[in-house]
């Protein structure tokens, strides 16, 4: 018996990709779309005739999201209208084959299209050659091996059909299959990737398949996106209810602050989107998905499936799409060159922190390991030259200009922020015990006793030992990513967050044997305890 595609948990994971992307030619409902395509000739595209409605619905979605972001800093909003915003926000961005047909009219060298013969079957596949792209996708064959799962993802590749079944056909397979086993999955688990950005959030390569892509999501439909792999279950649950409280998540999803690859949840965000419309149909693939011209016989068949389907019932054709990862790759590099050429002592910090930011979320720089300094004082803090590269010394050059801007800014912050504490005191106005400068998310300092392993704020002694790095608001990874070393020597902890940044950290560590080295803690100890002071004694004021 073929198995039910949703009876597993992951059997939907995923890659792909875009920054600037170029606007969406249709943002109508499913149902007009397909009917709309069906009328548009033997290969069933549609050229640039919507761009300019498109560009205007892309202008109002802007503005729309911006005032409901603002509302948000006010009023929390909803699970709903959170799940609108982010609905809205990958419709305008997911990449659609009507822009690539639009492309490839207009002689786009970044799109090209061929065809492949494939049983008989003239197979349309678009080579993208560095075009920007941003792409919902999911591995069909994800799960390798034996066992339940592996067992669903071989018959779903091998047999398309079992995709498309309907949710009644499906909870009946499961029912025969299982006996009633919960393993009725009615979600899509995917990944959201962008071309110009997060590229390394991708399952897949060499070792799968097949790759199924979405051009668009539908209302209602995305239940939870989540950073890392959500580990969920493949049933919707709790009726159905959104589980999203980020109305920004897709830019976080792009940006510096999002996990790396070699963080222990995983190098791809997971995007989970019901199956099965009102009526029960299940969601089709807009296009499959392939890299670096590897074509597979699971790829082909799937897409001779979908012609077939085209034919005898009309909507769309679901080609396939191959991505040249090496044009991707070298437009990253040149990016990153300029803005790495940009850098210098003349910037201001928030200049060259917009700078990284930017550099930080390219995929390929992510890839080869390039950060910002997270720590300063030791000898081991002191980069060894001799073995580096023309980029490693060129990249060690601007991550020092970028940690002196950054300390000296913080140093001048905390100056200003001890002024203000100490004005506000002295008219006897309590602050907000979360009070930061306006043009911070986030801004904390902490000093670490290496004797009495305590971490010390601006509220006091905190817990003893490791536990005390989470006191401070930092996660694991988070630990493990500063290198910690709490019983070397004394530190200070600063960490802070722009508005339309990412995060900065970084320890200060003590070192009485490099008179260099100590400078920096020398420099910061004092100020430190004197905003510590100031806080505390701003804050006595509620009790009198």
Known sequence: MLLSPISIPDLNKTMDKNPELPNKTSESTAETQWS????LGEDGFQGKSELTAAQKEQESFEESREDALEDNKEEHLDGRQIQEIVERELNSRLLAVEQLEAEVKTGNPQVQKRYITFEGKEIPVYDLNGYPYAMLTTVVDYKKGSGRDAETARAVTEDPAIWLQTQEETQRSNEEAFKG????????FASYSNSEKNRETVVGGEDYDL???WSRVEKGSIIEVNANDSRGSNVIGENGEPRLDDPDIINKLEGADRPREFNKAGDY????????SEDGTAKPPDYIVVRNGRVTDAAKRHAKFYLER???YGGPIVPIINIEESYYVEKDKERGEKIIGSISENDD????????????SISQYRKEGYDTRKSIGRDIDIPKTDAMTEDERKWLEVSEIELSKRLDFAKSTLQEVIEKIESATEEEKVLPADYKPSQFEEFDVAIHDAQKLLWEDKNGEGDRGIGSIKYKNLTDAEVSDLDVDLFSSNS???KFRLKDSSTRRVVIYENKESHDEQDYYDAFEP?????FEAYRKNQELENH
């Open 181 to 188: 086993h919960a393993a009725r999955g009615d979600v899509i």
């Open 310 to 312: 085209h034919e005898r």
């Open 211 to 213: 790759t199924y892509g």
């Open 349 to 360: 910090y928030l200049e060259i922190d917009k700078k990284m930011s930017e550099l930080l």
């Open 527 to 531: 100020i430190v305890r004197k905003y």
């Open 492 to 494: 200070i902890l600063i």
């Open 269 to 276: 965000n997971e995007v989970i989107e019901k199956r099965y």
């Open 36 to 39: 709309e395509l069906e009328q």
